[in-house]
């Protein structure tokens, strides 16, 4: 069983920084690609951002050029900094890895910015 644990969120002012991090464990896995989503109340669940193993890089439109993914390998940790918040990013930000064929999620970090 893998387990994701996010840390990292909280209240910030429009143009601040944030930096987001989500830890996989467990016994016996090895992580593939990891991602970040956003769900803000009313609203589906978007992708942010994804990365490989082998550190490909994608984002939504909305956030390149001001958020970037990184991971560590090593740690199977997941990272997002995200500079130049805005509103529009308020969010529970969810961080997802997949292994053996199976995605697994984790609870969720609540990212607010102020206007």
């Known amino acids: 069983q893998v387990q994701l644990v996010e840390s990292g969120g909280g209240l910030v002012q429009a143009g601040g920084s944030l930096r987001l991090s989500c830890q996989a464990s467990?016994?016996?896995?090895?992580?593939?690609?990891m991602e970040w989503y956003r769900q803000a109340p009313g609203n589906q669940r978007e992708l942010v951002a994804s990365?490989?193993?082998?550190?490909?890089?994608k984002y939504a439109d909305s956030v390149k050029g001001r958020f970037t993914i990184s991971r560590d390998n090593a740690k199977n940790t997941v990272y997002l900094q995200m500079n130049d918040l805005k509103p529009e990013d308020t969010a529970v930000y969810y961080c997802?890895?997949?292994?053996?064929?199976?995605?697994?999620w984790g609870q969720g970090t609540q990212v607010t910015v102020s206007s």
């Open positions: 997802n890895a997949a292994s053996r064929g199976t995605v697994y």
């Open positions: 467990g016994t016996g896995f090895s992580v593939g690609v």
């Open positions: 990365i490989t193993y082998y550190k490909a890089t």
